[in-house]
């Protein structure tokens, strides 16, 4: 049982370059959310999704875009990296009922430069 | 709005010694509350979560919670801490309505020998 698989684990990248970040779950769950984890800033929320098909922003969505065509998968991408945007990020989902706690994977490590 | 204040974003406490994180929400309906942890290139793991169930919530690893909605508080404790006990904690707070959760900033606990 894998859980939350975040893929790739490690990516550096230029400025202006872009990229997709890639999450699986395998529970079946209908939430899915993007993270950013930043120095004494905690995690903050980018953008989430309640089921296939839909996405919402959170609280930093600026320069980020995601999609949510399957619902095992929900796809975070940088159309133009800048430098703000290094950060280590993670994914996480969860069941649709209030009060379910939140799976995570194990964050991919972005740096731009 | 929801929101969530850890006390010290860094704990040091010795081996065999009390351990005592402090979290305070905001909701403005009745909470669900988490305490997560986090080891050094990880994910976030849940130790325990409060739903209206009892108030006194036992988690993973010896830890539990007692929630106080007289002070709005969430504070995580264990009686002995153990090397392995050294992460990073993050509250975070969720209510009926929300399909979201808010996180704390988060406390680092350090354990010396």
């Known amino acids: 049982n894998a859980g939350v698989t975040q893929t790739p684990k490690f990516r550096v990248l230029k400025t202006g370059q872009s990229m997709t970040l890639l999450c699986a779950q395998d529970m079946n769950h209908e939430y899915m959310y993007w993270y950013r984890q930043d120095p004494g800033m905690g995690l903050r929320l980018i953008h989430y999704s309640v089921g296939e098909g839909t996405t919402a922003k959170g609280e930093v969505p600026d320069g980020y875009n995601v999609s949510r065509l399957k619902k095992q998968n929900f796809l975070l991408g940088l159309e133009s990296a800048a430098p703000s945007q290094t950060s280590v990020y993670f994914c996480?989902?969860?069941?649709?009922?209030?009060?379910?706690?939140?799976?995570f994977g194990d964050g991919t490590r972005l740096s731009i430069l | 709005a929801q929101s969530v204040t850890q006390l010290g974003s860094h704990v040091s406490v010795s081996e065999g010694a009390l351990v005592l994180l402090r979290c305070n929400y905001s909701s403005s309906v009745p909470p669900y509350l988490f305490w997560y942890v986090q080891y050094p290139n990880q994910g976030l793991q849940l130790l325990l979560k409060?739903?209206?169930?009892?108030?006194l919530v036992k988690g993973i690893n010896g830890f539990e919670a007692e929630f106080k909605k007289s002070e709005t508080s969430f504070h995580l404790t264990k009686p002995s801490a153990h090397m392995s006990d050294a992460a990073e904690y993050f509250c975070?707070?969720?209510?009926?309505?929300?399909?979201?959760?808010?996180f704390g900033k988060g406390t680092m606990l350090l354990v010396s020998p």
């Open positions: 975070a707070v969720t209510s009926s309505g929300y399909s979201t959760l808010t």
């Open positions: 996480a989902s969860s069941r649709t009922q209030t009060g379910q706690p939140q799976h």
């Open positions: 409060y739903t209206s169930a009892a108030t």
